[in-house]
């Protein structure tokens, strides 16, 4: 979707998308078309409560979308993303390719910029479409994509600036959600690894270790999981130096789980669980996405990205319960499940980034159940070693509309986690009930005392129908919040 920045309305706009607060009042340059959609606003059925839309056709001033905007003083950034989302929903259930949208609000706290860069980045996240495997055929019974969407303010200059940085979240976002989407037969971790090299025409250095690689480093979390499958491992270290790799402190690291596709391995999951295991690389998307993001802005931010992209298979050469795993760290795991795979990877990641001397690590990973268990499905978990950095990451949350719920880690997780045989055991024995926070301990170990806050996005991969901003299939989850935690640092 194309967004221009106009200094006055179009003739030929398609649509002109109005703002109307509660009490049916028209906002901005809207409020101009009064007389044109006097009778249009007396309808019971709209009051002008957040989030409603009308459509008004034959009217004296065009086809004209009618979208409640509630009190304005209370609108916030998340509240105008959800509105640019709506617009995008009813302009492609009318099947309309174009509309300008009538700015020139007074919103209080917001400044009208950022209401319009936002509306902007909502409309763009819902205007996605994954078609890649759709026939020409069932192509043509979708609706047409929407061409144009027209922002008309008098403050152009500041609404381009914020359009401009709305259209690299929105592309880090869906770049993630491409991969998310991509069926597991064609996506494996040499293919994934060479989709992120298109990152290099926006600056950011890829590097990519293979099998070779790994074993010559003692990667051996890696090299375990991904030992079932036919399509070997590969740990890709990504950097944007926005900063030219002088940041005080050091980098700032982004690791990824990047299960491409888990089975579960010898500890099989079942088919039901099976069926939206293509996403379990989503924290990898994630951090590609959001250097993308940030690349694209020209962030002023070192980051770096680790991913250890595996496949994890069952077959002969499958790592097993009861085997004794040496990790990158040179510390060793007793593995009991092969399906908390996540964490065995995560591990070598996470040193492998430490060992970066970064100033501060996130991790996400789609890692455990039992998280979802306890936040559901408004929170992800959080868990973080250092309690300056969990409040920045909150607030980050908050900002990208990616809320996290902080819980616990601590040595006593730690202490459940003793092996006789090895230094730790992957999982703890009531791993059921509290597995969220025992990985989240296992792989504290692992980070050098390096601050670091780990996100447990389980479930958070795929939205499993339209919201406001992410039509059913892949959400993209994290990208806005590690871009929102980027800006917090520059």
Not at 20 to 49: D, H, I, N, W
Not at 59 to 82: C, E, F, N, Y
Not at 339 to 350: H, I
Not at 379 to 393: H, I, K, P, Q, R
């Amino acid at each position: 979707m194309q967004i221009d920045v106009l200094a006055k309305p179009a003739a030929a706009a398609g649509v002109s998308v109005v703002f109307v607060s509660e009490g049916r009042k028209l906002l901005g340059l809207g409020a101009a078309l009064g007389a044109a959609l006097q009778k249009a606003l007396k309808a019971p059925a709209f009051t002008g409560k957040r989030g409603e839309t009308m459509d008004v056709a034959g009217s004296d001033a065009g086809r004209v979308l009618l979208v409640g905007v509630g009190d304005p003083k209370t609108m916030s950034a998340i509240r105008a993303r959800k509105l640019g989302g709506k617009i995008t929903a009813h302009l492609l259930r009318l099947r309309e390719p174009k509309a300008q949208v009538l700015g020139g609000m007074d919103f209080g706290k917001l400044d009208e910029a950022v209401f319009l860069g936002n509306v902007a980045l909502g409309a763009s996240l819902r205007a996605y479409r994954f078609g890649k495997y759709i026939s020409a055929a069932k192509k043509g019974e979708e609706p047409a994509e929407i061409a144009s969407l027209g922002l008309v303010t008098a403050a152009r200059a500041a609404v381009q600036t914020l359009v401009a940085e709305a259209d690299a979240l929105a592309t880090g976002v869906c770049f993630a959600r491409d991969l998310v989407n991509e069926p597991p037969s064609t996506l494996w971790p040499d293919v994934f690894a060479k989709r992120v090299q298109e990152l290099k025409k926006h600056g950011v250095k890829v590097e990519v270790h293979d099998e070779a690689a790994l074993r010559k480093m003692g990667a051996g979390g890696i090299l375990a999981v991904a030992q079932g499958s036919q399509h070997p491992p590969r740990l890709v270290v990504l950097r944007w130096n926005g900063k030219g790799g002088k940041q005080k402190g050091g980098p700032i690291a982004l690791v990824g789980k990047g299960v491409c596709f888990d089975s579960g391995g010898l500890s099989l999951k079942r088919t039901s669980q099976m069926l939206t295991m293509k996403g379990d690389m989503g924290g990898a998307a994630a951090v590609t996405g959001a250097i993308l993001a940030a690349a694209m802005r020209k962030a002023k931010v070192d980051v770096v990205g680790v991913m250890a992209l595996v496949e994890n298979m069952p077959s002969g050469a499958s790592y097993k319960p009861g085997d004794i795993v040496k990790t990158l760290a040179g510390k060793t795991l007793e593995i009991f499940d092969t399906d908390a795979e996540g964490r065995v990877t995560l591990v070598d990641s996470l040193h492998y980034a430490a060992k970066l001397k970064p100033s501060c690590i996130l991790d996400a990973a789609t890692l455990t159940y039992s998280v979802t268990a306890a936040v559901g499905p408004v929170y992800a978990g959080l868990f973080a070693n250092d309690d300056s950095l969990a409040t920045e990451v909150l607030a980050a949350g908050e900002a990208a509309g990616e809320q996290l719920w902080r819980l616990p880690v601590n040595a006593d997780y730690v202490k459940n986690l003793s092996s006789r045989i090895a230094d730790y055991k992957q999982v703890a024995a009531d791993d059921l009930g509290a597995d969220a926070p025992h990985a989240a301990a296992l792989m504290g170990e692992f980070v050098n005392n390096v601050p670091w806050a780990h996100l447990d996005i389980a479930n958070k991969e795929f939205a499993t129908k339209d919201t406001a901003i992410c039509p059913e299939g892949a959400s993209g989850y994290a990208v806005a919040l590690f871009d929102a935690f980027l800006r917090q640092r520059e």
